[in-house]
């Protein structure tokens, strides 16, 4: 389903004429369903870790770089976000606060595994990685449209022939309880039909719960204390 398909179902709802284009029409109506559906689509693409934007992101150390640019498609970081090394069996320490960050920096700490942060549109990892030596970690994609062809993504939309990666009814449901909301129409009854299909789709999106047979030896967050062998 193309945007235009979205919005030509849409203005039925909204008390709009029928429309024949929307890029890169001059009607104000349809100029202004257009920024609705593109800040709907927004919230949509921000309110969950959607699995259909979930990516891997790889830096491969060269034993001195301790900066590195964030993926040119990336949003945000997953929750719980964890950063992984293929030279150890344990995550590399993330710490939250640029503070601390900082005053680890000046103060020259000697970390026992690589520590990472991001800010500045940067990722950073100190120590610097070992020369070949590849970090990984899952990160949420932007791009959130396609063309027509199936293979260019877009973080906005800008033809009419464009789709919407996630799921179409909802961008079509959050569209007519946004754009009531915007004229100070009554919307109560759009906004919990857009609440329930996005929660329905949210549980689908997570999948399956694991199932474990026999006994839980450890909790679900012990990490090894030490990733390397200890010799007496």
Same mark, same amino acid.
């Given at each position: 389903?193309?945007?235009?398909?979205?919005?030509?179902?849409?203005?039925?709802?909204?008390?709009?004429?029928?429309?024949?284009?929307?890029?890169?029409?001059?009607?104000?109506?349809?100029?202004?369903?257009? @920024?609705?559906? *593109?800040?709907?689509? =927004?919230?949509? &693409?921000?309110?969950? +870790? !959607?699995?259909? $934007?979930?990516?891997?992101?790889?830096?491969?150390?060269?034993?001195?770089?301790?900066?590195?640019?964030?993926?040119?498609?990336?949003?945000?970081?997953?929750?719980?976000?964890?950063?992984?090394? @293929?030279?150890? *069996?344990?995550?590399? =320490?993330?710490? &939250?606060?640029?503070? +601390? !960050?900082?005053? $680890?920096?000046?103060?020259?700490?000697?970390?026992?595994?690589?520590?990472?942060?991001?800010?500045?549109?940067?990722?950073?990892?100190?120590?610097?990685?070992?020369?070949?030596?590849?970090?990984?970690?899952?990160?949420?994609?932007?791009? =959130?449209?396609?063309?027509?062809?199936?293979?260019?993504?877009?973080?906005?939309?800008?033809?009419?022939?464009?789709?919407?990666?996630?799921?179409?009814?909802?961008?079509?449901?959050?569209?007519?309880?946004?754009?009531?909301?915007?004229?100070?129409?009554?919307?109560?009854?759009?906004?919990?039909?857009?609440?329930?299909?996005?929660?329905?789709?949210?549980?689908?999106?997570?999948?399956?719960?694991?199932?474990?047979?026999?006994?839980?030896?450890?909790?679900?967050?012990?990490?090894?204390?030490?990733?390397?062998?200890?010799?007496?």
């Amino acid at each position: 389903m193309t945007v235009l398909s979205i919005a030509q179902r849409v203005t039925p709802k909204i008390g709009l004429e029928y429309p024949d284009e929307l890029y890169p029409s001059v009607i104000r109506e349809f100029e202004e369903l257009r @920024d609705v559906m *593109e800040d709907m689509a =927004t919230r949509i &693409t921000e309110g969950h +870790e !959607w699995q259909l $934007l979930s990516k891997v992101g790889t830096i491969t150390g060269d034993g001195s770089t301790t900066a590195w640019d964030l993926p040119s498609d990336y949003d945000r970081m997953v929750q719980d976000s964890q950063v992984w090394s @293929d030279s150890l *069996e344990t995550p590399l =320490t993330h710490l &939250t606060s640029l503070n +601390e !960050w900082l005053g $680890l920096d000046i103060q020259s700490f000697d970390f026992v595994i690589n520590a990472w942060t991001i800010y500045g549109g940067q990722m950073y990892i100190t120590p610097a990685l070992a020369n070949g030596v590849t970090a990984q970690f899952f990160y949420q994609s932007n791009l =959130t449209f396609v063309e027509d062809d199936g293979t260019t993504f877009k973080t906005v939309s800008d033809v009419d022939s464009d789709s919407f990666r996630l799921d179409e009814g909802l961008l079509k449901l959050g569209t007519i309880w946004r754009w009531k909301s915007y004229k100070g129409q009554t919307y109560a009854e759009e906004l919990e039909d857009y609440e329930e299909k996005k929660e329905r789709l949210v549980v689908r999106d997570k999948g399956a719960r694991s199932l474990r047979l026999g006994r839980i030896r450890l909790p679900n967050d012990v990490q090894i204390a030490y990733p390397q062998t200890i010799t007496p």
